[in-house]
């Protein structure tokens, strides 16, 4: 290939979801991957389009429930101690981020990405060729007694004000969604426009095909820092305008460029049971547990919660553990033998919002990272945003909310 228009560095469903669509606008792409498409956390997550998850994890809500579960290094949310005081910046600016006002400015912008990629998903799947991969079977949010329930109201009145179609559902009325719950479980709510995939490493995969027949070059080397021209990676320097894709290591990439961004590393684990016939409908959502259950190609993912841990620990995976026994509790008949487990990364800014726009000081760079939870929701937006802007094209949204300027003015 010569030299390429744009360089995508990172090999996942958002960087692949960038270089297609920047070839759909006539660019042409290499990206560059340290192990490849689909090694990280795009391999590993519950495969939702959550578009209806348009409240920040930095809320008041997290912060009044973020002591009772620190306490509880196997609970939703956990930061081991030696890592503490590392994360201690980062938490303070998490906590400016759940104040009320904040909360509101982040929620108006995360709906706005939400719809774009509610907007945006079914298009970029046909123009792919992978629209079978899609499952339209909701999403089913499950509480334990009334007070949980109760407790959760601000959230869906605030979705209802976002437009996001739900229904509340009692008692026996739930087994009509997903029958073989715990009794425990009194109260729910579903979300019929919570879509998934397949199988998200299938799906990831599917993309980079796509890339390399579209005549796209994926390239396995480290990406090491930014030059004048370009960036400077394991396999020779490469000139070209650069996106930064590289999810929880893209950090350390702006550091190179004069840029710090305070990206944390929000640690997922899951454990994926083979198919034993349980009959499960849709993903269903424990939230007061931290985790989810989803129906995969690749069988049953039990998997979530939080452990702001970093990128060099070892794995604790009694935290996946610890999900997969509450699962046996809740869906009484799962069988819950012959798991793989597995650990991820994903990349989280403190006020929940991505970085996507011109890194500071380099309009030839720009970022696309930082979704957190969100990075295959979220994906066909980024792309877009990304390509009108790779394009001279003004986006669709006010991107001005996941500006990387936003860290650099702060004090």
């Known amino acids: 290939m010569k030299t390429p228009d744009v360089i ?23 990206v560059i991957d340290r192990a490849g498409p689909a090694a990280g956390a795009s391999a590993g997550n519950a495969g939702a389009f959550a578009f209806s998850d348009v409240l920040p994890l930095a809320s008041p809500g997290i912060m009044r429930q973020a002591p009772k ?83 959760s109201l601000p959230g869906w009145r605030a979705r209802a004000e976002a437009g996001v179609e739900f229904r509340h559902l009692q008692g026996d009325e739930i087994a009509d969604y997903q029958p073989g719950l715990s009794p425990r479980f009194t109260h729910a709510a579903f979300t019929p426009h919570w879509f998934t995939i397949d199988d998200p490493k299938d799906y990831t995969v599917a993309l980079a095909d796509l890339v390399r027949a579209n005549g796209g070059e994926i390239t396995i080397a480290e990406a090491q820092a930014l030059t004048p021209d370009g960036i400077a990676t394991s396999a020779g320097d490469m000139t ?102 597995w650990m991820g990364f994903r990349p989280s800014l403190p006020d929940s919002l991505p970085a996507i726009g011109p890194l500071p000081g380099r309009a030839d760079v720009f970022c696309a990272f930082g979704h957190g939870h969100l990075g295959l929701t979220q994906s066909t937006a980024t792309a877009d945003i990304v390509a009108d802007l790779l394009t001279g094209q003004t986006p669709k949204i006010d991107i001005t909310p996941f500006s990387p300027a936003r860290f650099t003015r702060q004090t």
């Not at 995508?8 to 290499?30: D, E, K, N, T």
């Not at 060099?312 to 798991?339: C, H, S, V, W």
Request: proline residues 5%; hydrophobic residues 45%.
């Open 8 to 30: 995508v560095v990172g090999a996942g469903v958002v960087g692949l979801s960038i270089a297609l669509s920047a070839q759909a606008r006539g660019l042409s792409v290499r």
């Open 240 to 341: 070209g305008r650069v996106v930064l894709a590289a999810g929880a290591h893209s950090h350390r990439l702006t550091r190179t460029g004069g840029v710090r961004i305070p990206l944390e590393t929000e640690r997922g684990y899951n454990t994926t049971l083979p198919d034993n016939g349980f009959d499960l409908r849709c993903q269903v959502t424990f939230g007061g547990h931290g985790f989810v259950v989803s129906r995969l190609r690749s069988g049953l993912r039990v998997g979530g919660a939080v452990e702001l841990g970093g990128l060099e620990r070892a794995p604790n995976y009694a935290r996946a553990d610890a999900m997969l026994n509450k699962a046996a509790q809740f869906l009484p008949g799962l069988d819950i033998t012959g798991g793989t487990q």
């Open 69 to 151: 579960w620190l306490l509880d290094p196997l609970g939703p949310l956990s930061v081991p101690v030696g890592y503490a005081p590392r994360i201690a910046p980062w938490m303070w600016r998490f906590w400016r981020a759940s104040r009320p006002a904040q909360v509101r400015v982040s929620t108006v912008a995360q709906v706005a990405i939400m719809r774009l990629a509610a907007q945006t998903l079914e298009p970029f799947l046909d123009r792919s060729g992978l629209s079978n991969m899609l499952r339209r079977e909701g999403q089913l949010q499950v509480y334990e007694g009334a007070r949980e329930f109760q407790a």
